[in-house]
């Protein structure tokens, strides 16, 4: 039996552009998130989460060639993510998701990955 690709079942490259664009879209506007982000140029950190997730769930591995093991927790150190911070993270994960119009069971495996990893990330009072 072949192992199923989630990247290509989840509708592959265009799926992760679209739920990075809108969740970014949200970032933008956001007054706890936006000034987090490090860089006034919100494009190359959309391109990191877009290529880390289409790694993630099984696609080409361009975001290690490009940046190396994710070790993410480590990457977000010097960020201080607390729970105001992951609402807000996945209140804009949980739209651009949305927008994807899954089927329920792609929906619900999608979305438990990114709501676990999000409360894996928290680092404030730990
Ligand atoms: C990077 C915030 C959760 C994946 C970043 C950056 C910030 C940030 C400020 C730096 C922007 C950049 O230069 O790339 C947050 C906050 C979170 C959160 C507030 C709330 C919980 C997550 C989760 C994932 C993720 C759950 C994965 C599922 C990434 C990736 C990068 C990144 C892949 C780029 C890493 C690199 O290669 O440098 N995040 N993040 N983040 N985040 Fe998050």
Known sequence: LPVPNYFELLGGEDTFRLLVDEFY????????????YPEEDLG???DRLRL??????GGPN?????????????????????E???DAWLRHMRHAVDVLELTPEL???LWDYL????????NKDL
Not at 25 to 36: S, W
Not at 62 to 82: D, K, N
């Open 25 to 36: 879209a949200g970032v933008a506007e956001d007054p706890v998130l936006r000034p987090m």
């Open 107 to 109: 929906d619900r495996m």
């Open 62 to 82: 361009t975001y290690s060639q490009e940046r190396g093991h994710p070790r993410l927790r480590m990457r977000h150190a010097p960020f201080v993510i607390g």
């Open 84 to 86: 105001v911070e992951r």
């Open 52 to 57: 880390f997730l289409i790694q993630y769930w």
């Open 44 to 46: 190359p950190a959309k």
């Open 115 to 122: 709501e676990r990893a999000a409360f894996f990330m928290v």
